[in-house]
């Protein structure tokens, strides 16, 4: 693990707390996450958390123009690092594809396990109590509104999250679980979407008085 150690080093100051959503506790938390899903999986786990803690070393928000190229430049940046760690021209190229894949913005579909996990254990990061934080920071970021005030969950009007957040939760959040692509993701997305669901319900009786 050593190879890991450095890394860490090299990684760690491209995650800033400038976006809560995507900082150094963000990376431990999808570390701690790949970690449980790889348990008794064949994957080569040295590469898929090297992968991990490059995913996002660019990252870039939600409304720029070339949000979905980020995780194309973010394996681009990590390739110079990774090889300083001594990790092999194979093995760089097997992390660079873990990083491309994982971004839900690139719409890909993961051709490894690795891949598989670093996307579901990134994806589970934007679920549950840790979701309603991320979700209210990056609308913070957008400076978009909570909800629309006359119609809160869009019975009557077109889906918007790009001016309101609880829109995000219908546009996204609550299709994550079926996206998932290993058992134990589904499973643990499913219920932490169950959370985020009754984390809504409270919202809207607050709302509705």
Same mark, same amino acid.
């Given at each position: 693990?050593?190879?890991?150690?450095?890394?860490?080093?090299?990684?760690?100051?491209?995650?800033?707390?400038?976006?809560?959503?995507?900082?150094?506790?963000?990376?431990?938390?999808?570390?701690?996450?790949?970690?449980?899903?790889?348990?008794?999986?064949?994957?080569?786990? /040295?590469?898929?958390?090297?992968?991990?803690?490059?995913?996002?070393?660019?990252?870039?928000?939600?409304?720029?123009?070339?949000?979905?190229?980020?995780?194309?430049?973010?394996?681009?940046?990590?390739?110079?690092?990774?090889?300083?760690?001594?990790?092999?021209?194979?093995?760089?190229?097997?992390?660079?594809?873990?990083?491309?894949?994982?971004?839900?913005?690139?719409?890909?579909?993961?051709?490894?396990?690795?891949?598989?996990?670093?996307?579901?254990?990134?994806?589970?990061?934007?679920?549950?109590?840790?979701?309603?934080?991320?979700?209210?920071?990056?609308?913070?970021?957008?400076?978009?509104?909570?909800?629309? /005030?006359?119609?809160?969950?869009?019975?009557?009007?077109?889906?918007?999250?790009?001016?309101?957040?609880?829109?995000?939760?219908?546009?996204?959040?609550?299709?994550?679980?079926?996206?998932?692509?290993?058992?134990?993701?589904k499973v643990e997305a499913q219920k932490r979407v169950s959370f985020m669901k009754n984390f809504?319900?409270?919202?809207?009786?607050?709302?509705?008085?």
């Amino acid at each position: 693990m050593k190879r890991l150690e450095v890394l860490i080093s090299l990684v760690k100051p491209f995650y800033t707390p400038d976006d809560p959503a995507h900082d150094w506790p963000h990376v431990g938390r999808v570390i701690s996450t790949a970690k449980k899903l790889a348990v008794d999986e064949a994957v080569n786990l /040295p590469c898929l958390l090297a992968a991990v803690y490059c995913h996002d070393i660019v990252n870039l928000s939600k409304n720029h123009p070339e949000r979905s190229q980020a995780s194309q430049m973010a394996a681009e940046k990590a390739a110079p690092l990774l090889f300083q760690c001594g990790f092999s021209n194979e093995e760089v190229k097997n992390i660079q594809q873990y990083v491309i894949e994982h971004s839900f913005s690139k719409g890909l579909k993961p051709t490894s396990l690795e891949a598989a996990i670093l996307q579901d254990s990134d994806r589970l990061d934007t679920l549950g109590a840790i979701g309603v934080l991320r979700c209210a920071s990056v609308n913070t970021q957008m400076k978009s509104s909570f909800y629309e /005030p006359f119609d809160p969950l869009a019975e009557l009007r077109e889906l918007d999250d790009k001016k309101y957040m609880v829109d995000h939760y219908f546009v996204k959040i609550f299709k994550l679980p079926e996206m998932m692509n290993t058992n134990k993701g589904k499973v643990e997305a499913q219920k932490r979407v169950s959370f985020m669901k009754n984390f809504l319900e409270t919202l809207m009786t607050e709302i509705n008085g």
